[in-house]
């Protein structure tokens, strides 16, 4: 069975503070792929990231980064200089199968304060 | 270009009703997911529609069920509405493709909340 693990519920810095969110996967499939999703105040779920089990490079798109490693099946998440409009609910998830079995972890909610 | 819709926003049934949601995905998007949120379970993958036909479920009873038609606007159906059904209903678009996996980059819509009576 698949399964996502935010061990952090909630978390807050102080605005141009670094953070990084936790996400922690279980698989015995060799392929499948890796999601991070914002979902701000307003509810509706951003797509931020998708990267796939033969792909460990890490990413970084502006002030986010991803580090993917696959020896401690870990798949974290850093903003760099947080701002205020980085609060809101992430999500990791996990889907194998090519979108079988899609699984999303509980969430971390971060709260940047001014 | 406009973004992922679904109507209605806002929804109070009754248990033991059924319920259709409509989602409208980005024009050239030729699937669509839909997921429920509920504050007990989180984030749960209901299924996903590719080219009208049902390409993945997630682990929800036999009362949900959903439908692409050929513009790749998607309903989803709950019959026999149960208290537990009450949560945020998303839907996403993306433009998957046959040979490749669905779930580049997503759009979602903004979710209809259900309210089961």
């Known amino acids: 069975a698949q399964k996502v693990t935010q061990a952090q519920t909630e978390i807050s810095v102080v605005e141009k503070e670094d953070v990084t969110l936790d996400c922690v996967y279980e698989?015995?499939?060799?392929?499948?792929?890796l999601f991070w999703y914002k979902q701000p105040p307003s509810g509706e779920l951003v797509f931020l990231i998708r990267?796939?089990?033969?792909?460990?490079q890490n990413e970084i798109s502006g002030r986010y980064s991803w580090n993917f490693q696959k020896s401690t099946s870990s798949f974290n998440f850093t903003i760099t200089a947080s701002q205020v409009v980085d609060s809101a609910v992430y999500f990791c998830?996990?889907?194998?199968?090519?979108?079988?079995?899609?699984?999303f972890g509980p969430g971390t909610r971060l709260s940047v304060l001014p | 270009k406009a973004g992922v819709t679904q109507t209605p926003r806002y929804l109070i049934k009754t248990r033991g009703q059924q319920v259709t949601l409509s989602c409208s995905p980005i024009?050239?998007?030729?699937?669509v997911s839909w997921y429920q949120q509920t504050p007990g379970q989180g984030l749960q993958f209901l299924f996903e529609?590719?080219?009208?036909?049902?390409?993945n479920k997630g682990n929800f009873p036999g009362r949900f069920s959903g439908r692409q038609f050929s513009n790749s606007r998607s309903e989803m159906n709950v019959s026999t509405l149960e208290l537990g059904d009450s949560a945020l209903y998303l839907c996403?678009?993306?433009?998957?493709?046959?040979?490749?996996?669905?779930?580049?980059?997503?759009?979602f819509g903004p979710g209809t909340r259900l309210t089961v009576l």
């Open positions: 996403a678009s993306s433009t998957g493709g046959l040979t490749t996996p669905s779930y580049n980059e997503q759009f």
């Open positions: 698989t015995r499939d060799t392929t499948y792929y």
């Open positions: 990267r796939n089990s033969f792909d460990e």
């Open positions: 998830a996990l889907s194998v199968n090519y979108g079988q079995n899609f699984v």
């Open positions: 024009s050239g998007h030729r699937s």
């Open positions: 529609y590719f080219s009208e036909t049902q390409r």
